[in-house]
């Protein structure tokens, strides 16, 4: 029988096992507040991970009593560690754009100009609704107050980075919106802007 396949979702549990223990629950919330923006895993996926890190020797399982109910708590071991560091001295795979709006945006010409236009309301929308909670957990890092202050270091560059994401579409979404009303009521006769394509042509030029 072979042995389990590490995969980055592993990896990131043992990350998540290096900054303290967990019970599998624990591990799931944690996982949700301090990765799901960048590695979104089902519930169910995270709850069989700390087990295979056991089954590998990269993680230890101790049950302890919470009331009437035993719960199941994972440390990381040594042999995790030495795994973690060797799995962080690989420089992985850049960013991964899924994004439907843009898709539906480039078949417009199929649609009707509310179409196009609701779609970019709804991708600025979701750019402002996910700043919120962004610029809130900003704000406590930044006054000393966020959970686990002392990996604010490390926190700080993905924190940076969906904090210039969220804007990047909001902005977009606006430009996208003016755009949009310029055309005609048929997308299909719709005219692309000889400034803008210049435009965006200086600014790839980075």
């Known amino acids: 029988m072979s042995s389990p396949r590490l995969t980055s979702t592993s990896f990131a549990v043992l990350g998540l096992l290096a900054v303290r223990s967990w019970s599998t629950y624990e591990l799931t919330q944690q996982m949700d507040r301090s990765l ?4 979104p895993r089902a519930a169910s996926k995270l709850y069989e991970e700390p087990k295979k890190l056991v089954a590998l020797g990269l993680a230890s399982a101790a049950t302890e009593p919470v009331g009437r109910r035993p719960r199941t708590v ?13 799995w962080l ?10 994004f439907e709006q843009l898709v539906k945006l480039s078949f417009a010409e199929h649609g009707t100009r509310a179409d196009a236009l609701r779609t970019v309301a709804a991708a600025r929308a979701w750019a402002r609704d996910r700043n919120v909670e962004n610029l809130a957990a900003a704000r406590e890092y930044a006054a ?7 990996r604010a270091a490390q926190g700080m560059l993905a924190g940076a980075f969906f904090t210039d994401l969220y804007a990047t ?7 996208a919106e003016t755009q ?4 005609p009521e048929d997308p299909a006769e719709a005219v692309a802007d000889p400034d803008e394509l210049r435009a965006i042509a200086r600014r790839a030029d980075w």
Do not use: F, N, S
């Open 180 to 183: 949009i009303e310029r055309w």
């Open 74 to 86: 994972y440390a990381i071991t040594e042999e995790g560690r030495a795994a973690l560091a060797t």
């Open 169 to 175: 579409v909001a902005r977009w979404a606006d430009w």
């Open 144 to 150: 000393g107050e966020g959970p686990y202050q002392d």
């Open 36 to 39: 799901g923006r960048m590695w």
């Open 89 to 98: 001295a690989e420089p992985g795979e850049g960013p991964v754009v899924e």
